[in-house]
């Protein structure tokens, strides 16, 4: 058949394949891909080289990426193909392996790694941090982490996020060659070009061990592959040599020499296998002559090949399952090879030992088979046959119908030589198989067909339900045990659905699984041979145990221990006590491995009734016991344990059984002879009450859905019960909270109320305080008041006496004059002095008008600063309670915000005790208003009283003012006629003097001093001592009688005076204090 080819040509999706490939056994291709594009001016169309492939973790697919930056996603299982991204930029590295199955990694040639999703075709993140290519992309097993190496440095990133977590960093002159991930494992191991090999904790990047290199020449290491089980790590290099070390031990386990073209290997995978339990065996090492050679690492024997010296393999990648490998040709197309078709030939069975002898005259032949499982005595037969069929050359060949003595497994030839006498007298001689070769005989007697393709398609239906929960029936403590007994027990209810249904078909199977777990299918095909051969008739009645065959076991047990069997019968033990447990477990409870493995050699080896004699065999071997039992629980413990009996007695017994039991009683006469299962596909098997399985897979599915249902309610009770729980917690811590709370706010009353009280014990103090303050300083106001009006009682008296000193004194130099003026002089004096105490009494009144307009505007003063306290107080006092207010309000607020929810009584109380409050507290303030207004009231009375006295101090100091400025330019009018005059009579008496002459000498000079006294003090204001008369003339009067005159009225004057400072001093004690002190 022609190989199929796809060219992409610029498509974006399609088919891989037109029709279903058929790979030949030769080359193993299935199809040929390439990606050629054609240009309008060129003749051929030039090929776009691919560079990466990758396979995802189910092996269907793999992504590939050429070198214009192209990723197309390849799904054989579908048959198709479909672009994903044009990056634009060749990629260095794939990885196809995450968690999330849709994306894949790319390494670019410009130093970024990037993701992409296959489904959605777009950029889900790009990451950066390497400075040179990236050459490798390793995927932790469970696909969140992924290691990055280039030649200079190594890089671990976490794939949920997209963030680098390490950074592994290296010398110059020591460059990496591959760091990666070992499978199903935490470990990452690092390979150096110096050939260290080493392995590292993944979560905390500590050395755990450095891998031994053998002696010798550098073997350049290049390419690694690990088991898929971490046990073993191969490596090769620039050489033909193989290292492999068992990390288990970590040492090196050995070396293996390849072909001499070998001289470097590029690239090595194993390649895996299903059965295999990840030890794989099988290695391909892609070399340097670009030929892939599949290797088996421990018989050292070369398999298989891919590719040619013509068609060489750039680079590969292998499906996660071993059922195809993708090579990147040289050439830059793809080849898709089928690993199966490569492995059929060392797959097959070995050819049939059959021999047909035909006529030379005519076409029809006789068959004369002959079988290596049958007797001797069948082999001789069929050597006559065959003798006789060449002697006779002329005449037809006739069958030959001879019917000997049948042993289990006539007609049925054993391979490889084997014969069923020699096995026969082995057992007899022995009583068993080599334990070395046991596993060996028992797979060729049994003729297994070995069914690959078959079982796994079993297999890979799953987990079976009826047995997805079997750990919890049959806890094994090896858990390896327990998925293959799992996996054996699917496969066989999907093979037949009575095996879904069958209870003791796990105790049926587990000691075939204890001796076959590392080969499942051999496993699988022994436990369905014995089902279909040594089990012929049990599921007749199922689900009852087979009461045809415990019939047969009856009948023999009748004919071989009639004593026996009454024993049973008169205790009431059955055939179902007696002989169905032995049978539903196969003698695995009542013997132990050796005596189980002997039974079987000869149980295998013989036809399937011999099983129902060693069951009558066990029970006469025992009869001793058993006679002596007479409970029932006796006799079901009996067969339920095992007991002190020789095996080797046993199978004697059930040879002797076997030979002495007559026809009409011997099962082989409702037993068939044993049948091997057939090839390619396993046979049908549907021996058994069809309805009634039906009808309990009914049952059993509908329990299933029933118990998922009731899991799925049981589930939704506890997390309901949960979700009370925790509303429960919440509602009692919310109750203890609100305990809390409700203390919390117990004590803030409290606290309130004794800080209520403490400030009240303040305001009082404060209160008390301010009284004081005001009386001290009232006193002190009163103290000075006291004190200024003593001063000025003092500044009077003082400026009384100066005035009385003064007066006193002038009256002396007045008197003084007297004696030497003459009578003008005394009486100019006289008026002199009148003038003076006028101007005195004016300055006086003066004086004590300023003096009380100062006190008055500094009592005004006083008064504006104490209102303007007071007012400031009052505000103070007002924003205090404002304050107060509103933090009482705040509080209530609160308090009421918090016991809302609480109870509606306390709320009402609340509410009316906030009423009461409220009411009480406004009652307050419109006492305070009240008050406010008052006050408010008095101090506009007295600022208007202080107005209207202040206006009329003002209007009276103006009046004042005025009349003194009169008085003063009267005084001036007067002062300057009195100059006048004083000028004029001073003329008269110089020419009265000149006319005394020289007689009068005296008096001329008293004269001259007079005047020139009267001429330097003309223009003073306040002493003069010129007086004017009451017609305004002056007088000069040298007679006695005058100064008489003179002198009565500065007597008078000098008591006027006295009499007027007397009524000042009464009036200023009689005076009283303002009305702010």
Same mark, same amino acid.
């Given at each position: 058949?022609?190989?199929? /080819?796809?060219?992409?040509?610029?498509?974006?999706?399609?088919k891989?394949?037109?029709?279903?490939?058929?790979?030949?056994?030769d080359?193993?291709?299935?199809?040929?891909?390439?990606?050629?594009?054609? @240009?309008?001016?060129?003749?051929?169309?030039?090929?776009?080289?691919?560079?990466?492939?990758?396979?995802?973790?189910?092996?269907?697919?793999?992504?590939?990426?050429?070198?214009?930056?192209?990723?197309?996603?390849?799904?054989?299982?579908?048959?198709r193909?479909?672009?994903?991204?044009? /990056?634009?930029?060749p990629?260095?590295?794939?990885?196809?392996?995450?968690?999330?199955?849709?994306?894949?990694?790319v390494?670019?040639?410009?130093?970024?790694?990037?993701?992409?999703?296959?489904?959605?075709?777009?950029?889900?993140?790009w990451?950066?941090?390497?400075? @040179?290519?990236?050459?490798?992309?390793?995927?932790?097993?469970?696909?969140?982490?992924?290691?990055?190496?280039?030649?200079?440095?190594?890089?671990?990133?976490?794939?949920?996020?997209?963030?680098?977590?390490?950074?592994?960093?290296?010398?110059?002159?020591?460059?990496?060659?591959?760091v990666?991930?070992?499978?199903l494992?935490?470990t990452?191991?690092?390979?150096?070009?110096?050939?260290?090999?080493?392995?590292?904790?993944?979560?905390?990047?500590?050395?755990?061990?450095?891998?031994?290199?053998?002696?010798?020449?550098?073997?350049?290491?290049?390419?690694?592959a690990?088991?898929?089980?971490?046990?073993?790590?191969?490596?090769?290099?620039?050489?033909?040599?193989?290292?492999?070390?068992?990390?288990?031990?970590?040492?090196?386990?050995?070396?293996?020499?390849?072909?001499?073209?070998?001289?470097?290997?590029?690239?090595?995978?194993?390649?895996?296998?299903?059965?295999?339990?990840g030890?794989?065996?099988?290695?391909?090492?892609?070399? %340097?002559?670009?030929?892939?050679?599949?290797?088996?690492?421990?018989? #050292?024997?070369? !398999?298989?090949?891919?590719?040619?010296?013509?068609?060489?393999? $750039?680079?590969?990648?292998?499906?996660?399952?071993?059922?195809?490998?993708?090579?990147?040709?040289?050439?830059?197309?793809?080849?898709?090879?089928?690993?199966?078709a490569?492995?059929?030939?060392? *797959?097959?069975?070995?050819?049939?030992?059959? @021999?047909?002898?035909?006529?030379q005259?005519?076409?029809?032949?006789?068959?004369?088979?002959?079988?290596?499982?049958?007797?001797?005595?069948?082999?001789?037969?069929?050597s006559?046959?065959?003798?006789?069929?060449?002697l006779?050359?002329?005449?037809?060949?006739?069958?030959?119908?001879?019917?000997?003595?049948?042993?289990?497994?006539?007609?049925?030839?054993?391979?490889?030589?084997?014969?069923?006498?020699?096995?026969?007298?082995i057992?007899?001689?022995?009583?068993?198989?080599?334990?070395?070769?046991?596993?060996f005989?028992?797979?060729?007697?049994?003729r297994?067909?070995?069914?690959h393709?078959?079982?796994?398609s079993?297999?890979?239906?799953?987990?079976?339900?009826?047995?997805?929960?079997?750990h919890?029936?049959f806890?094994?403590?090896?858990?390896?045990?327990?998925?293959?007994?799992q996996?054996?027990?699917?496969? !066989?209810s999907?093979?037949? +659905?009575?095996?879904?249904?069958?209870?003791?078909?796990?105790? =049926?199977?587990f000691?075939?699984?204890?001796?076959?777990?590392?080969?499942?299918?051999?496993?699988?095909?022994?436990?369905?041979?014995?089902?279909?051969?040594?089990?012929?008739?049990?599921?007749?009645?199922f689900? $009852?145990?087979?009461? *045809?065959?415990?019939?047969?076991?009856?009948?023999?047990?009748?004919?071989?221990?009639?004593?026996?069997?009454?024993?049973?019968?008169?205790y009431g033990?059955?055939?179902?006590?007696?002989?169905?447990p032995?049978?539903?477990? !196969?003698?695995?409870?009542?013997?132990?491995?050796?005596?189980?493995?002997?039974?079987?050699?000869?149980?295998?080896? *013989?036809?399937?009734?011999?099983? &129902?004699?060693?069951?009558?065999a066990? #029970?006469?071997a #025992?009869?001793?016991? =058993?006679?002596? #039992?007479?409970?029932?629980?006796?006799?079901?413990?009996?067969?339920h344990?095992?007991?002190?009996?020789?095996?080797?007695?046993?199978?004697?017994?059930?040879?002797?059984?076997?030979?002495?039991?007559?026809?009409?009683?011997?099962?082989?006469?409702?037993?068939?002879?044993?049948?091997?299962?057939?090839?390619? %596909?396993?046979?049908?098997?549907?021996?058994y009450?069809?309805?009634?399985?039906?009808?309990?897979?009914?049952?059993?599915?509908?329990?299933?859905?029933?118990?998922?249902?009731?899991?799925?309610?049981? %589930?939704?009770?506890?997390?309901?019960q949960?979700?009370?729980?925790?509303?429960?917690q919440?509602?009692?811590?919310?109750y203890?909270?609100?305990?809390?709370?409700?203390?919390?706010?117990?004590?803030?009353?409290?606290?309130?109320?004794?800080?209520?009280?403490?400030?009240?014990?303040?305001?009082?103090?404060?209160?008390?305080?301010?009284?004081?303050?005001?009386?001290?300083?009232?006193?002190?106001?009163d103290?000075?008041?006291?004190?200024y009006?003593?001063?000025?009682?003092?500044?009077?008296?003082?400026?009384?006496?100066?005035?009385?000193?003064?007066?006193?004194?002038?009256?002396?130099?007045?008197?003084?004059?007297?004696?030497?003026?003459?009578?003008?002089?005394?009486?100019?004096?006289?008026?002199?002095?009148?003038?003076?105490?006028?101007?005195?009494q004016? !300055?006086?009144?003066?004086?004590?008008?300023?003096t009380?307009?100062?006190?008055?505007?500094?009592?005004?003063?006083?008064?504006? %600063?104490?209102?303007?306290?007071?007012?400031?107080?009052?505000?103070?006092?007002?924003?205090?309670?404002?304050?107060?207010?509103?933090?009482?309000?705040?509080?209530?607020?609160?308090?009421?915000?918090e016991?809302?929810? /609480?109870?509606?009584? /306390?709320?009402?109380?609340?509410?009316y005790?906030?009423?009461?409050?409220?009411?009480?507290?406004?009652?307050?303030?419109?006492?305070?208003?009240?008050?406010?207004?008052?006050?408010?009231?008095?101090?506009?009375?007295?600022?208007?009283?202080? *107005?209207?006295?202040?206006?009329?101090?003002?209007?009276?100091?103006?009046?004042?003012?005025?009349?003194?400025?009169?008085?003063?330019?009267?005084?001036?009018?007067?002062?300057?006629?009195?100059?006048?005059?004083?000028?004029?009579?001073?003329?008269?008496?110089?020419?009265?003097?000149?006319?005394?002459?020289?007689?009068?000498?005296?008096?001329?000079?008293?004269?001259?001093? =007079?005047?020139?006294?009267?001429?330097? $003090?003309?223009?003073?204001?306040?002493?003069n001592?010129?007086?004017?008369?009451?017609?305004?003339?002056?007088?000069?009067?040298?007679?006695?009688?005058?100064?008489?005159?003179?002198?009565?009225?500065?007597?008078?004057?000098?008591?006027?005076?006295?009499? &007027?400072?007397?009524? &000042? +001093?009464?009036?200023?004690?009689t005076?009283?204090?303002?009305?702010?002190?």
């Amino acid at each position: 058949m022609a190989l199929q /080819t796809l060219d992409l040509c610029r498509k974006e999706s399609g088919k891989i394949w037109q029709r279903k490939p058929v790979p030949s056994t030769d080359d193993g291709v299935m199809v040929h891909i390439t990606h050629s594009v054609s @240009s309008p001016l060129a003749l051929q169309s030039r090929n776009i080289r691919f560079l990466h492939v990758a396979f995802d973790t189910t092996g269907d697919r793999f992504v590939a990426g050429d070198y214009q930056g192209n990723m197309f996603v390849f799904d054989l299982s579908r048959n198709r193909y479909s672009l994903v991204q044009r /990056t634009g930029t060749p990629c260095s590295s794939l990885a196809f392996t995450l968690k999330r199955r849709t994306e894949f990694l790319v390494g670019m040639s410009d130093y970024s790694l990037k993701c992409y999703d296959i489904d959605t075709k777009e950029l889900v993140a790009w990451m950066k941090g390497h400075e @040179s290519p990236i050459h490798t992309i390793s995927i932790h097993a469970s696909g969140r982490y992924a290691l990055t190496s280039s030649n200079d440095t190594a890089q671990l990133w976490d794939l949920d996020t997209f963030q680098r977590k390490r950074k592994l960093n290296i010398k110059e002159n020591v460059g990496i060659v591959k760091v990666f991930f070992l499978p199903l494992s935490n470990t990452i191991m690092t390979c150096f070009k110096d050939d260290s090999i080493f392995a590292w904790e993944a979560d905390t990047l500590n050395c755990k061990y450095q891998l031994p290199i053998p002696p010798g020449n550098a073997p350049h290491y290049k390419a690694f592959a690990a088991t898929k089980d971490g046990r073993l790590l191969v490596a090769g290099g620039k050489s033909r040599f193989l290292h492999v070390w068992t990390l288990d031990t970590r040492r090196l386990l050995r070396i293996i020499q390849l072909p001499a073209k070998v001289t470097s290997m590029k690239e090595m995978e194993f390649l895996p296998d299903k059965f295999d339990a990840g030890s794989s065996q099988v290695l391909g090492v892609l070399s %340097q002559d670009g030929i892939m050679r599949f290797i088996h690492i421990h018989t #050292c024997k070369l !398999l298989f090949d891919l590719g040619s010296v013509g068609d060489r393999i $750039n680079t590969m990648a292998m499906s996660p399952t071993g059922h195809h490998v993708v090579g990147v040709m040289e050439d830059g197309n793809l080849n898709i090879y089928s690993v199966q078709a490569l492995t059929a030939e060392l *797959n097959k069975p070995p050819p049939p030992l059959v @021999s047909v002898v035909s006529s030379q005259k005519k076409q029809e032949t006789g068959d004369v088979t002959s079988s290596s499982q049958a007797d001797m005595t069948q082999g001789k037969r069929a050597s006559r046959l065959k003798r006789k069929a060449r002697l006779a050359q002329g005449s037809e060949v006739s069958a030959v119908d001879v019917k000997p003595k049948k042993t289990s497994h006539e007609q049925v030839g054993l391979p490889e030589g084997l014969n069923m006498d020699k096995l026969m007298a082995i057992l007899r001689g022995y009583g068993e198989y080599p334990a070395k070769y046991r596993m060996f005989i028992w797979r060729s007697i049994l003729r297994l067909p070995e069914n690959h393709a078959a079982y796994a398609s079993l297999v890979d239906k799953g987990t079976h339900p009826a047995y997805e929960n079997i750990h919890e029936k049959f806890p094994i403590k090896s858990r390896k045990l327990l998925r293959v007994l799992q996996r054996t027990l699917s496969a !066989l209810s999907h093979w037949s +659905a009575i095996f879904g249904e069958m209870d003791y078909l796990p105790l =049926l199977t587990f000691p075939f699984v204890k001796l076959f777990q590392n080969n499942q299918l051999v496993l699988f095909e022994i436990i369905a041979t014995v089902l279909v051969n040594w089990c012929q008739h049990w599921f007749e009645f199922f689900p $009852n145990p087979p009461i *045809n065959v415990l019939g047969m076991v009856e009948n023999v047990l009748a004919f071989q221990d009639k004593e026996l069997l009454q024993h049973f019968v008169k205790y009431g033990v059955t055939s179902q006590i007696y002989a169905w447990p032995v049978l539903e477990t !196969l003698f695995s409870e009542v013997l132990t491995k050796d005596e189980w493995l002997r039974l079987f050699d000869n149980v295998l080896s *013989n036809h399937p009734a011999f099983l &129902l004699m060693c069951v009558v065999a066990y #029970c006469t071997a #025992c009869r001793g016991p =058993l006679l002596q #039992c007479i409970e029932f629980d006796d006799f079901k413990y009996f067969f339920h344990h095992r007991n002190a009996v020789d095996i080797g007695d046993v199978i004697k017994e059930a040879y002797r059984i076997q030979e002495t039991t007559p026809p009409d009683v011997h099962p082989e006469r409702m037993l068939d002879t044993f049948q091997p299962l057939t090839r390619g %596909q396993y046979p049908v098997f549907n021996k058994y009450p069809k309805f009634i399985v039906d009808y309990q897979v009914q049952e059993r599915e509908r329990i299933r859905e029933e118990e998922l249902e009731y899991l799925r309610q049981r %589930q939704v009770s506890l997390e309901l019960q949960k979700e009370t729980e925790r509303r429960q917690q919440e509602e009692a811590a919310w109750y203890r909270q609100q305990e809390l709370l409700l203390e919390a706010e117990e004590k803030r009353r409290k606290m309130i109320s004794e800080e209520e009280e403490k400030l009240y014990e303040q305001r009082s103090r404060l209160q008390a305080m301010n009284r004081e303050v005001k009386m001290k300083e009232m006193k002190l106001l009163d103290a000075t008041r006291r004190k200024y009006m003593n001063y000025q009682q003092k500044q009077r008296t003082s400026e009384i006496k100066r005035l009385d000193d003064e007066i006193q004194r002038k009256a002396a130099m007045r008197e003084m004059e007297t004696q030497h003026a003459v009578q003008e002089a005394e009486i100019k004096n006289l008026e002199l002095q009148l003038q003076k105490k006028m101007f005195e009494q004016e !300055l006086y009144r003066e004086h004590a008008e300023t003096t009380q307009k100062l006190r008055s505007e500094y009592d005004a003063f006083r008064k504006r %600063q104490e209102i303007e306290d007071r007012g400031q107080h009052r505000v103070n006092l007002a924003e205090r309670e404002r304050e107060q207010e509103i933090r009482r309000r705040l509080q209530q607020n609160l308090a009421h915000a918090e016991h809302v929810t /609480t109870d509606a009584e /306390t709320r009402k109380q609340m509410e009316y005790r906030q009423e009461l409050d409220n009411l009480d507290r406004e009652m307050q303030n419109v006492q305070l208003a009240k008050l406010q207004n008052e006050n408010r009231d008095l101090e506009k009375e007295v600022h208007k009283l202080m *107005n209207e006295l202040k206006t009329r101090r003002e209007e009276e100091a103006i009046e004042t003012l005025e009349e003194l400025q009169a008085q003063r330019r009267q005084a001036d009018v007067a002062a300057e006629r009195r100059t006048r005059l004083l000028r004029e009579e001073s003329g008269l008496a110089e020419d009265h003097l000149e006319q005394l002459g020289n007689t009068l000498d005296q008096s001329f000079e008293r004269l001259r001093d =007079l005047r020139q006294r009267a001429t330097d $003090n003309r223009d003073q204001s306040c002493l003069n001592e010129v007086s004017t008369g009451t017609d305004g003339t002056t007088t000069l009067s040298f007679d006695r009688t005058g100064r008489t005159s003179l002198d009565e009225g500065e007597a008078m004057l000098m008591q006027e005076v006295r009499r &007027l400072r007397e009524k &000042l +001093a009464s009036d200023s004690r009689t005076k009283k204090p303002p009305a702010e002190f």
